[in-house]
């Protein structure tokens, strides 16, 4: 199969799952997203939506926010980890969207990611879902089945986002991005993953990891080999 029948299967297959793919991490505007895209960093979006509503209900603005100290934010943010850092980050991204932004979320790549806090992957997610612009944005999901797929080396994020914007049509680009999560968390996981669940990769696999799927096989098709 060609990369690009590859493409053609994936992008079919994933329509067909998952026609509708909601933003997971609940937000109302640019600025209550960028703050959510920031608390992710290394923490799931669910424990972000357990935390957010808390965060939002005190500061759900920059103006409120920058009112803030590092402290107050770090005591409601603590659960997600990395608290330091994310606190300093959203305080003083939210002072300096007030002083050169006049209090609005910028909408550009180089302006979002001079923010604190703020790296590529982050204002990729802002671009895509707040201002619809298109986007790759590639979290560790993306990056792990775009090499299970075949379609990228795995050797850096840079490369992974660099191949799936190559290969898949731009117009696609933001929903895409979140059918491939979506399928990732549901049928192809990094721990537990089981091949036989995994209809894309068994479909358009790299020969190496399905190779390996086989040599080890999930303990359901064990035990129905031994009977």
């Known amino acids: 199969m060609t990369k690009a029948e590859k493409v053609e299967y994936i992008i079919q297959t994933l329509e067909e ?5 909601p933003i997971p991490l609940n937000h109302k505007d640019a600025y209550t997203l ?26 759900d603005n920059p103006y409120d926010m920058a009112r ?11 659960p997600c980890g990395l608290t330091p850092m994310k606190s300093k980050g959203i305080k003083h991204l939210s002072e300096i969207i007030i002083e050169k932004h006049q209090g609005q979320v910028p909408d550009s790549f180089e302006e979002l990611e001079a923010l604190p806090a703020v790296g590529h992957k982050t204002a990729s997610v ?13 979290d560790t999901h993306i990056h792990r089945l775009l090499y299970r797929w075949g379609l990228s080396n795995g050797k850096s994020v840079v ?6 914007k190559r290969l898949f049509p731009r117009e696609l680009w933001n929903k895409l991005h979140l059918q491939i999560i979506y399928y990732a968390r549901k049928y192809s996981p990094a721990r537990g993953w089981k091949l036989e669940q995994d209809v894309i990769t068994r479909t358009v696999g790299r020969k190496s990891v399905l190779k390996e799927a086989l040599k080890n096989p999930s303990p359901a098709k064990s035990k129905k080999r031994s009977v």
Do not use: G, H, K, W
């Open 17 to 21: 799952l998952f026609p509708e793919v």
């Open 126 to 138: 802002v671009m895509s879902q707040a201002f619809d612009y298109p986007s790759f944005p590639v």
């Open 159 to 164: 490369q992974t986002e660099r191949d799936a």
């Open 68 to 78: 803030l100290s590092v402290e107050d934010i770090a005591a409601i943010i603590r």
């Open 34 to 59: 960028l703050v959510a895209v920031v608390l992710s960093a290394q923490c799931t979006d669910e424990r972000v939506n357990n935390i957010t509503p808390a965060l939002f209900n005190v500061a």
